[in-house]
Nanobody
């Protein structure tokens, strides 16, 4: 079994910053990619940012230039630094990991329970 544990959500004023963390643990052989998706009120889930084991990154258009994703391979942890936050960034942010479990031939996608980020004055 693999677990993803997120931390760092909360309430912040517009223009402020938050840092999210997500640690993967359990029967992990190798992580292929980790990242973040979000779902705002009345909206569909959308890509925020992902990072592959190679270090390459991918961002959703709405966060480019404001958010930065990074990873610590030794800790199986991914971070999301969010700057210049806007009210429209309000959403539940869910951590995502694509990985090989110990003994598995295939990658499997895992999701964290989500952490609420609210941007409001």
């Amino acid at each position: 079994q693999v677990q993803l544990v997120e931390s760092g959500g909360g309430v912040v004023q517009p223009g402020g910053s938050l840092r999210l963390s997500c640690a993967a643990s359990g029967s992990i052989f190798k992580i292929n990619a980790m990242g973040w998706y979000r779902q705002g009120p009345g909206k569909q889930r959308e890509l925020v940012a992902t990072i592959r084991d190679s270090g390459s990154t991918n961002y959703g258009d709405s966060v480019k230039g404001r958010f930065t994703v990074s990873g610590d391979n030794a800790k199986n942890t991914v971070y999301l630094q969010m700057n210049s936050l806007k009210p429209e960034d309000t959403a539940v942010y869910s951590c995502y990991a694509s990985l090989w479990s110990t003994g598995s031939r295939w990658t499997t996608a895992y999701w964290g329970p989500g952490t609420q980020v609210t941007v409001s004055s």
